[in-house]
């Protein structure tokens, strides 16, 4: 009983020494602040291009196009395959294709929870690319930005990249293993990466559905 009591007393001493540094360092203000203007932007650009793009293209063609290519199944794989690798297809393709099902709700959490491993790997793909000279080289050539925050910010910035757009997570997690940032901190942080494929997945699927249920309303 003793040994527990210490062992949750160093847990407790250490998260609250993590916290000090956290407000010395700024982190909470460098959270709130891009939160605050990630927020903005996006409602700024992202969903009235959704509501413009709801206007001028046929959503239902495009998923029988896809459907008729591609099974659910390989949706997903493509899907996984693009968010262990650079992030190659916009995430939000997905969370509209996600809106065409019953539930959709299952749809996102599998989404999200297929982002997160996706990160994982990104991350092992770092820690990789660390161990070879010319190719670590490059990749700090290119991923400066991504490197340089996560770097100073630490969690702070794979919370922030997990949560909102313009910073794609598998480069971020990229980064993050060229700079062997400890994968157990980047399991912990990143899931808040689910959390952003329910939120904005639903954001979508009130967007598309809106009409249906003010007529429904009317």
Same mark, same amino acid.
């Given at each position: 009983?003793?040994?527990?009591?210490?062992?949750?007393?160093?847990?407790?001493?250490? %998260?609250?020494?993590?916290?000090?540094?956290?407000?010395?360092?700024?982190?909470? $203000?460098?959270?709130?602040?891009?939160?605050?203007?990630?927020?903005?932007?996006?409602?700024?650009?992202?969903?009235?291009?959704?509501?413009? /793009?709801?206007?001028?293209?046929?959503?239902? *063609?495009?998923?029988?196009?896809?459907?008729?290519?591609?099974?659910?199944? /390989?949706?997903?794989?493509?899907?996984?395959? *693009?968010?262990?690798?650079?992030?190659?297809?916009?995430?939000?393709?997905?969370?509209?294709? %996600?809106?065409?099902?019953?539930?959709?709700?299952?749809?996102?959490?599998?989404?999200?929870?297929? *982002?997160?491993? $996706?990160?994982?790997?990104?991350?092992?793909?770092?820690?990789?690319?660390?161990?070879?000279?010319?190719?670590?080289?490059?990749?700090?050539?290119?991923?400066?930005?991504?490197?340089?925050?996560?770097?100073?910010?630490?969690? %702070?910035?794979?919370?922030?990249?997990?949560?909102?757009?313009?910073?794609?997570?598998?480069?971020?997690?990229?980064? %993050? $293993?060229?700079?062997?940032?400890?994968?157990?901190?980047?399991?912990?942080? $990143?899931?808040?990466?689910?959390?952003?494929?329910?939120?904005?997945?639903?954001?979508?699927?009130?967007?598309?559905?809106?009409?249906?249920?003010?007529?429904?309303?009317?």
């Amino acid at each position: 009983m003793i040994i527990k009591s210490s062992g949750f007393r160093d847990l407790w001493n250490k %998260a609250a020494s993590h916290h000090l540094d956290n407000k010395r360092r700024g982190v909470y $203000g460098y959270m709130w602040w891009t939160s605050l203007k990630i927020v903005v932007l996006y409602f700024i650009i992202v969903i009235p291009l959704v509501l413009i /793009g709801k206007r001028l293209l046929d959503f239902d *063609s495009i998923f029988s196009y896809i459907t008729q290519n591609l099974s659910d199944r /390989g949706v997903l794989l493509t899907f996984f395959i *693009s968010e262990s690798f650079l992030g190659m297809i916009p995430p939000d393709i997905f969370m509209i294709w %996600a809106t065409k099902f019953d539930s959709p709700v299952l749809i996102l959490t599998l989404l999200g929870v297929l *982002s997160y491993f $996706g990160g994982a790997i990104s991350c092992k793909l770092g820690y990789w690319f660390s161990k070879r000279p010319v190719i670590k080289a490059y990749t700090e050539q290119k991923l400066k930005r991504y490197i340089l925050l996560t770097r100073k910010w630490g969690g %702070a910035f794979i919370v922030i990249a997990s949560l909102f757009p313009f910073s794609p997570l598998s480069m971020v997690c990229i980064a %993050a $293993g060229v700079l062997k940032y400890p994968l157990r901190l980047y399991l912990f942080f $990143g899931l808040t990466r689910i959390i952003r494929f329910l939120f904005q997945g639903m954001l979508y699927s009130g967007l598309f559905h809106m009409e249906n249920i003010l007529t429904k309303l009317s």
